[in-house]
């Protein structure tokens, strides 16, 4: 039988971090780094770690990004999961299978050569995709139908792939407990206390007039004290900033993930096409994808669908078939015939902390409180770098030295005098 423990009245740490996800346990690793005597508590309400979105994304990377911002993020945290992987020989199942992103109109051919500045893009000839069982052409009644365009380019992002999320997670959370920070797990965090700094033990208290503090946070096993939050709670970090009146302006956006397989995936998935080691991540018009998964010999497809896709909640999303049935597969099938007769062989759904200004990551501090979310999509390929920059304000520091030596003004990512561009590729 399962007996809660709970936890003491005195239990109290310097750092109580909310959310044991890649934002979590990079936030945890980076802090123990710069303090390596700071005690950390990781607080989840799951039973382990990266149960949350992080074990349901797509498990995709790319440095293939519009704004400085997202750049900066992802293209510092692939260099460091690459050191991981490739220096200190910890698998993080990262496969450089690149990402190919086939055009159907010049404003996004245009997004691409600009981002093409910044990192390897190469244009690929279109007869070259005919082998990968691409049709650059969909049939004249489907495309009017449809309203679907002709493909006239293709690119291929370089420095681009696929890893595997839960190992990129149990590197960190094994880093984290070797340095001593102690996993709160089955916790739910229900409440943060907001308290005045001096107490005159008044009913009603904080009044407007009193300065303010988070003091503790109410747990389903008691309460927990500490200097300092974070949250790192994702599509769940409303809940607990909306009653203290603090806005984490985010949204939740239903994603979901469809396995699909035939005789066609089984043969190609594995296979070096263009110039990558196997199949790439391909994202198709309307910006339709599907990422290879050479293990399993599948295709995972999905779609970040904007308009239609309403903004409601559920703890547990399920995925609907009939979206994968008349969205997905009707694009995928127009312009790659030979996926016709896959089967899906396994689905599920969760949630972007959707950022719907510029789909970018907010990071910020008020009072004791900070939140690291709205990672709109691409939290694990940012994932190292955010938790750097969590670390960076926690110091007050200006700016955050990423890992390839790359610096971000930790205001630029805040709210009050924010200063990013809009990221157009919010896949
Ligand atoms: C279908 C899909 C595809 C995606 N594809 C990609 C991709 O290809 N590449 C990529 O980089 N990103 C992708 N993402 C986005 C990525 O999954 C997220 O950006 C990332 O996981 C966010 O990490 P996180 O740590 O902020 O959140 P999470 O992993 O969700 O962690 C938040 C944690 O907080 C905990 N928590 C929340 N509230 C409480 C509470 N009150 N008390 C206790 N614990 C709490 C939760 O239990 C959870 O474990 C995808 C997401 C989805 C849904």
């Known amino acids: 039988m399962f007996i809660p423990r709970f936890y003491s009245q005195d239990m109290k740490y310097d750092v109580a971090i909310i959310g044991s996800g ?29 149960q949350g979105n992080t074990g349901k994304s797509a498990a995709g990377f790319r440095d293939v990004f519009s704004s400085d911002t997202s750049f900066k993020l992802s293209s510092s945290s692939i260099r460091f999961y690459d050191h991981v992987q490739k220096i200190l020989g910890i698998d993080l199942g ?15 051919s245009d997004v691409m050569e600009e981002i093409g500045r910044k990192t390897k893009i190469e244009e690929v000839d279109l007869d070259a995709l005919e082998s990968m069982g691409i049709s650059i052409k969909p049939d004249t009644e489907v495309k009017e139908a449809m309203g679907l365009e002709d493909i006239h380019r293709a690119y291929l992002a370089h420095n681009a792939g ?17 340095r001593n920070i102690e996993f709160l797990f089955d916790t739910e965090v229900q409440s943060l206390n907001l308290v005045p700094k001096k107490p005159l033990n008044y009913p009603g208290e904080p009044f407007i007039w009193q300065d303010k503090t988070i003091g503790s946070i109410k747990t389903s ?31 939740p956006k239903k994603r979901q993930l469809f396995k699909i397989r ?6 190609v998935v594995g296979k070096k096409v263009l ?20 293990g399993e010999k599948t295709f995972w497809a999905g779609v970040a669908d904007d308009i239609g896709r309403d903004f409601s909640f559920v703890e547990d999303p399920e995925a609907e078939p009939q979206f994968y049935t008349y969205n997905v597969y009707q694009v995928l099938q127009a312009y790659m015939k030979p996926i016709t007769s896959a089967s899906i062989t396994g689905m599920w759904a969760g949630y972007y902390s959707y950022n719907t200004i510029d789909g970018n990551p907010y990071i910020f501090r008020d009072l004791n409180l900070i939140v690291a979310t709205g990672t709109s999509g691409s939290g694990i390929m940012k994932g190292d770098a955010i938790g750097r920059v969590v670390a960076a304000l926690y110091d007050g520091e200006e700016k955050a030295k990423l890992y390839d030596g790359m610096r971000i003004n930790t205001a630029d990512l805040g709210v009050k005098n924010r200063k990013v561009e809009e990221e157009k590729l919010v896949l």
């Open 22 to 50: 890649i934002v979590g346990l990079s936030t945890a690793f980076h802090l123990s780094e710069k303090h390596s005597d700071l005690k950390i508590a990781v607080i989840d309400k799951f039973h382990t770690f990266a």
């Open 94 to 108: 990262m496969k450089h299978v690149g990402y190919l992103f086939l055009m159907d109109n010049d404003s996004g």
């Open 162 to 178: 696929i890893m595997e999320p839960d190992k990129i997670a149990a590197f960190y959370h094994s880093q984290c407990v070797n």
């Open 221 to 251: 096993r008691g309460e927990i004290s500490a200097d300092t939050f974070i949250l790192a709670t994702d599509v769940w970090t409303n809940f607990l900033t909306d009653p203290v009146g603090i806005d984490s302006h985010i949204r």
């Open 262 to 267: 035939n005789e066609f995936i089984e043969d």
């Open 275 to 294: 110039a990558t080691e196997s199949f790439p991540f391909t994202v198709f018009p309307k910006g339709v994808y599907v990422r290879p998964s050479p």
